[in-house]
Each structure stands twice: as C-alpha cells, then as structure tokens.
C-alpha cells in the first residue's frame, strides 16, 4: 500500500509537470495550425464500423476507498527545517545580490574613468573590459546556479522524508488513497493528516544537511561521498 500511495503523489507531480509543458506548447501550436496566415479545419476523416463491445457479467466490486488528505504548502510552511533553509538561503541570495552590485559598481566607475580621460579606449583598454564582464558572468552564473542546486539538495531531503511519513501514517490508519489538498474540491477535516506530518517531520527531520557556500553540489555528488550531518545555522552570539 504505502509504494501505491507514493506512485500517486508521483504522479501527481506528473501530471503538475505535464500541464506546465502543455501551456508552454499552447502558443507554438497555434502558431503551427495557422500557418500561413489562415486557420486550418481538422481534417475529415472515415469512420469505419467497430465491433460492439457488449456488457460485461458483474463481477466482485472493490472495497471502499479509506482516504487521506495533505496539504504540502501548509507542512512546508511549518516545516522546522523549512523555516531555517529560508533564513541561509536568504542570506546568501543577499550576499550575491551585493557581490554583483558592487562589481557592476567597479565596471561603471572605470567606464567613467576613460570617458573622462577624452580619449577613445585603446583596443586593450576594450579587451580587458571584455574579459572582465565575461569573467563576471561567469563568476556570478556559477554562484546563482550553486545557491538554486543548494536549495534543490536541501528541499529533497524535506520531500523524500515527507513521502515517508505520509505512507507510514496512511499505513497505520488504513489508509488505501492519500491525495494532495489541492486536488479535493471538498473534504471533511478529519481527513486532513497535515498537521500529523508537521509534527512527525519536525521529530524526525529539525534540519537537514545544506553545501557550504564555496561548496558545488555537482561537485559532491560526483565525489560520492555523501555528508550526514545535517546543518546547522550559526550560533546566535548576540551581534558580537
């Protein structure tokens, strides 16, 4: 039962997945159906008889679905791990905010500075101006890519350890079906486990394991040397 209910919250992602590509396509669609300027009609096509299904004998009829709902905002929101990830990451996204302001700042000052001279920068002065943007997209690219992966290898562990969870309380109450809030129009609260799977997530998992900041992800992962200690912001020392 549990990996049933797993296949479904996978397939829920799917099909999350599936919708986005669909919209993502809508408009090249559209664009290949009117080609040339002008709608073009579905075709007509032949319609050749098929042979007639005819009804089945009854058969034994499934048991009666004990569901479960969940909502993956409000446990992410209350999520201990969650809220401290949130803090880091903000810090280094402020941290690369400033590293790009005052290099663009450093570019800016010496782009005034051959101005000023009333001279045409020489074709050295232009190529070294080059290299650094070039440099400095590279720099910065990495960096932003590396604080996005942090996120990615921090919000697995949350996710897996969540699916856990989630199977385990769905084995222990009988559950057959687990969905996600979202998809259930309407449901009676004592379906809701959220609030069981805040409190059993934050037991288990308070923190999780985060790269360092000069630490690549990529770079780890290829090592296979997998770290387990979980992280653990900075203690708190009063400002000094």
């Known amino acids: 039962m549990p990996s049933s209910i797993m296949a479904r919250i996978g397939h829920a992602r799917l099909r999350g997945a599936f919708c986005g590509l669909a919209l993502a396509l809508t408009p090249a669609l559209a664009m290949a159906q009117d080609a040339g300027g002008q ?29 479960g709902i969940f909502n993956t905002q409000q446990i992410m929101a ?15 996204r402020e941290a690369l905010v400033r590293d790009v302001r005052a290099e ?29 943007v070039m440099a400095d997209r590279t720099k910065f690219g990495n960096r932003n890519r590396i604080l996005e ?16 969870i989630v199977s385990a309380i769905a084995a222990a109450r009988g559950m057959t079906m687990v969905l996600q809030a979202g998809t ?7 379906l809701d486990i959220s609030d069981q799977v805040v409190t059993y997530l934050n037991q288990a998992l308070p923190s ?33």
């Open 208 to 240: 999780v394991y985060l790269p360092g900041p000069t630490e690549d992800p990529e770079d780890i992962a290829k090592s296979g040397k997998y770290p387990v200690m979980p992280f653990q912001p900075p203690a708190d020392n009063g400002g000094d």
């Open 78 to 92: 209350q999520s201990l791990a969650v809220q401290k990830l949130q803090t880091e990451l903000g810090a280094r």
């Open 184 to 190: 259930a129009a309407l449901h009676d609260n004592s």
């Open 104 to 132: 663009d700042s450093q570019l800016q000052a010496l782009r005034q500075s051959i101005i000023k001279a009333g001279k045409a920068p020489t074709p050295e002065q232009q190529q070294d101006l080059q290299k650094r």
């Open 39 to 67: 709608q073009q009609s579905s075709p007509i096509l032949p319609m050749p008889p098929v042979p007639e299904f005819k009804p089945l004998p009854a058969g034994s009829r499934p048991a009666a679905p004990v569901i």
């Open 149 to 164: 992966e942090d996120a990615q290898v921090a919000l697995n562990q949350v996710q897996r350890e969540m699916q856990q």
